[in-house]
C-alpha cells in the first residue's frame, strides 16, 4: 500500500466538493467554524502534528474494521469491511507521508492541542466503541455518520487551506474516499435492517452527541485547570516566597556548630 505522490493526478473540482448538499445547517456550522479552521491549520507545526494524529487514528479505525469482518456473519458486510479497512491504512499512510515531510522542516513545539482537537478533529473512526458488543445494524450506523463527518470536515479543512496545496490535496484526494464509505454504510445498514435503519441512525446520533460532549468537557476541563494552576502560582506563590526570604535573611553566615544551633 504505497503512498500516492499529491502532485500527481489531482482531484476533479467535482470530487473535492462531493459533500456538498449536507444540509444548510452543516453548511452554517461550516461557515462560523471557518475562521477557527483557518487559525487551527495555518500553523504549520500544528498542522503537521495533526496530520500525524490523523494517521493513528485513521490506522486505528482500519483495524477496528478488521475485527468487524472478523465478527460479523454476513459475508457481503465482511467483504465491503476489509476493503473499507484497506483505505484507512492508505489514508494512514497518505497522512503520516505528509505529516512526516511537513514536521522534517519544523522544530519541535506547540502545544496546545485540546481545544483543536475537538474543533478539528478529523475522521473518528468508531469512537471508542467496543466492535465486539455492537450489531452490525448499530456499527453501520455509527459508521455512516463517523465517514460523514470526516467527509464533511476534510471538505472543509481542504477549503481553508490556502498555502499548501500538498495538504489541501491529500484532503481532497481523502474525503472521494469517505464519501464512498458513507454511502456504502448507508447502503448496508438499509439492507440488512431495513425496517429500523432510521431508528437505529438516531440512536447512533445521540450517541455521537453524548461523546461530543464528553470531549468537549475534557477539553473545557483542561483549560480550567490551566488557568486554575496559573492563578494559583501568581496568588498562593508569592506569600510563601516572601515569608523563605525573610527566614533565609535572619540565618546567620558561616559555619554554625550543632552545640550552637541547639542552642538557639
Ligand atoms: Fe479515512
Ligand atoms: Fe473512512
Do not use: C
Not at 156 to 184: G, N, P, S
Request: aromatic letters at 8%; hydrophobic letters at 45%.
Amino acid at each position: 500500500m504505497g503512498v500516492q505522490s499529491l502532485h500527481d493526478n489531482p482531484p476533479r473540482k467535482s470530487a473535492a466538493t462531493a459533500t456538498k448538499g449536507t444540509g444548510p445547517f452543516a453548511d452554517l456550522v461550516g461557515i462560523v467554524l471557518r475562521p477557527l479552521h483557518r487559525l487551527i491549520w495555518a500553523n504549520p507545526e500544528r498542522r503537521a502534528r495533526k496530520l500525524l494524529q490523523f494517521a493513528e487514528v485513521e490506522a486505528a479505525g482500519g483495524r477496528d474494521l478488521v475485527r468487524a469482518a472478523e465478527l460479523t456473519a454476513d459475508p457481503v458486510l465482511r467483504d465491503r469491511y476489509l476493503r473499507h479497512a484497506r483505505d484507512e491504512a492508505r489514508h494512514a499512510d497518505m497522512f503520516q507521508a505528509q505529516g512526516r515531510k511537513l514536521h522534517g522542516k519544523l522544530h519541535e513545539g506547540d502545544a496546545n492541542g485540546a481545544l483543536g482537537e475537538w474543533i478539528a478533529p478529523g475522521e473518528r473512526g468508531i469512537d471508542g466503541l467496543d466492535v465486539a458488543r455492537e450489531s452490525d445494524a448499530t456499527l453501520l450506523a455509527f459508521l455512516h455518520l463517523s465517514e460523514s463527518a470526516a467527509a464533511r470536515d476534510f471538505a472543509r479543512y481542504a477549503h481553508v487551506i490556502d498555502d499548501d496545496a500538498a495538504t489541501r490535496t491529500l484532503f481532497q484526494r481523502i474525503l472521494r474516499d469517505e464519501d464512498q464509505h458513507k454511502k456504502y454504510t448507508r447502503d448496508e445498514l438499509f439492507r440488512i435492517a431495513p425496517r429500523r435503519s432510521r431508528r437505529v441512525l438516531w440512536w447512533a446520533r445521540l450517541r455521537r452527541l453524548w461523546k461530543a460532549y464528553l470531549r468537549f468537557a475534557t477539553a473545557f476541563a483542561g483549560v480550567i485547570a490551566g488557568v486554575v494552576l496559573t492563578l494559583q502560582y501568581f496568588l498562593l506563590l508569592p506569600p510563601f516566597a516572601w515569608l523563605a526570604k525573610r527566614a533565609a535573611r535572619r540565618e546567620r553566615t558561616g559555619w554554625i556548630s550543632v552545640d550552637e544551633r541547639a542552642r538557639r
